[in-house]
């Protein structure tokens, strides 16, 4: 069965910090891995995708990796901002379904 | 022009009443999913149609019973309200890509059984 760990559970940092996020699968027979973002009483919506054949992805200040084989995937936010204070969910996909994390809370403070 | 809505946003009602929540997407996508985001807010999938057929049934109990009158829309109707149904139920929908699959949620519906 498979289970979707991330770690820290809360994070704080200052602005202008670079930030490792970190989430790990149990069974490596995936097909992707999706970071998410949940602002407070929102829904969720997708930051990266990383196929289960790619090392990595990369969109604006945000960089996924991938390592299949260790069951682990991170999420590097470059020069946080307050903006980016949120939950942050990776989710992997096991044949037809989305397994979700425990999530990120993140907060950014000026 | 929302992709993904859903309604009621927020549902309080007593134990024992039947409910139903709405789910649309515009995004002419195939499959539609329901997720329960629990206190701790756990995420977990309760169900999937792939155009307009059930595809996964994660054991929710029979009280639940979504419908999907068409490719657009996936209602979640839910009978004799317990405490524990309390949470925040997502849709989402999805459509595969070369690119892989990814899934775009609805804004939550919030559901409070007193």
């Known amino acids: 069965k498979q289970e979707v760990t991330q770690i820290p559970a809360a994070l704080s940092v200052p602005e202008g910090e670079n930030l490792v996020l970190n989430c790990s699968f149990t069974d490596s027979a995936i097909y992707n891995l999706q970071w998410f973002r949940q602002d407070p009483g929102k829904g969720l919506t997708s930051l990266l995708l990383?196929?289960?054949?790619?090392r990595e992805q990369t969109s604006g200040r945000l960089n996924a990796s991938l390592d299949k084989s260790s069951g682990r995937s991170t999420l590097y936010i470059a020069a946080s901002q307050p903006g980016d204070s949120a939950t942050y969910l990776c989710?992997?996909?096991?044949?037809?379904?989305?397994?979700f994390g425990t999530g990120t809370r993140l907060q950014v403070f000026p | 022009d929302t992709a993904v809505s859903q309604t009621p946003k927020y549902l309080v009602t007593q134990m024992g009443n039947d409910k139903s929540i709405k789910c649309e997407q515009n995004?002419?996508?195939?499959?539609m999913y329901w997720y329960k985001q629990d206190s701790k807010k756990f995420l977990k999938i309760m169900f999937s149609y792939n155009n307009k057929e059930l595809i996964i049934n994660e054991t929710v109990p029979n009280r639940f019973s979504p419908k999907s009158p068409d490719k657009a829309h996936l209602n979640l109707h839910i009978n004799s309200l317990e405490l524990g149904d309390s949470a925040v139920y997502f849709c989402?929908?999805?459509?595969?890509?070369?690119?892989?699959?990814?899934?775009?949620f609805g804004p939550g519906t919030r559901l409070l059984v007193l």
């Open positions: 989402a929908s999805s459509q595969w890509t070369s690119g892989g699959e990814t899934q775009y």
């Open positions: 989710a992997v996909r096991n044949t037809d379904k989305l397994i």
């Open positions: 990383i196929q289960s054949s790619q």
């Open positions: 995004l002419g996508h195939d499959t």
